[in-house]
């Protein structure tokens, strides 16, 4: 140890290294590493993505006393022993000839059914939050190629975005990129379900004029103030509306009320209009606003009410600069 540094590192050599799993990954990627035993895991573009588990050697185990190469774990299950934690010690013998004890936790690389059908025969047991995604880095150059013609045939008008990035999802599974087993995992349902409840909600709430009654009260407040408090008075309003409805719903809500705001009060529509177009874009306090807050809410493991201690300020802030602005390039 510390005199490794020194040597050259030629093909064929293996390399005995410490660090977190995620670093490991990272290394491995970044160096263009292969591990050991490697060639039973390449499936080509359609080789199935692997996983690092980490697993602790209880007593009684049935590697324990043994190493991965006496019980032919690679060849038996497909599965690699990629590092052991022994209490911070470090060893300089590759990882497959070392003998296992109780207590070691042990890295395994696998497919998630192999690893954790090892993990059941050799009697160890999986920790809980400890696994790691392999980048499968041989497939990036067919899923960017796969998204950027989806793209491209949106952008050309030949299918909606949602149609072409759906293909692009099917072309993944067809070819193997990603397996049906991780699209259905990666789909965050309790989003699928809170747009789907929200939906109704937002029609109902528009059918039955509950949001332009409460935006026409709170305009009529105004009568009789300056022209450029209405338009603020409009951005507030328009706000608070697209923190709960869609960025188009509120639009088509708030237009029609700055076109009579501006009639009644002899100004240029055009303020108005851009106003509701800068305010129906600025849904930041809450995460059913706009899809990307809903999107982050399960992932970032967001509340409801972290979203306005950011968005609040945000806000202030975005009609501090857009009143002015408005004012100056669309006089009233």
Partial sequence: PGLARREEVREGDFLVVEGEPKAIEAFMGQTELDFAGSEKHKGGVTSTGLTLTEAIVPEGARIAGRTARSVNLLYRHSVTLLGVARGGRRFQDRVRLLTIQ????????????????????????????????????AKAGWAIGLFVVAIGFAVAGLVSLPVALSAAVVGYVALGLV?????????????????????????????????????????????GWPAWSALLVLMVVTMT?????????????????????????????????????????????????????????????????????????????????????ILVVWPL
């Fill in 241 to 325: 509306l697209s923190d709960f409805l869609n960025n188009v719903a509120t639009t088509l809500i708030a237009a029609p009320i700055a076109m009579s705001v501006a009639a009644s009060t002899g100004t240029n529509p055009d303020s108005y209009l851009m106003a509701v177009a800068v305010a129906a874009s600025c849904a930041f306090l809450t995460p059913i606003g706009h899809k990307n807050n809903t999107i982050i809410l399960g992932p970032g493991g967001y509340r409801f009410g972290d979203y306005w201690r950011m968005g609040l300020p945000l806000e202030v802030l975005v009609i501090a600069i857009s009143v002015p602005t």
């Fill in 102 to 137: 109780p207590g070691d936790v042990l890295l395994l690389l696998g497919t998630p059914e192999r690893n954790a059908a090892a993990a059941d025969w050799l009697g160890v047991l999986p920790l809980e939050g400890r696994k790691t995604d392999v980048i499968q880095r």
């Fill in 179 to 223: 397996g049906g087993r991780e699209v259905y995992e990666s789909v965050e349902w309790k989003v699928i379900v809170l747009l789907a409840s929200l939906i109704p909600l937002a029609e109902a709430f528009e059918r039955l004029g509950g949001a332009e009654l409460l935006a026409g009260q709170i305009v009529t407040l105004t009568e």
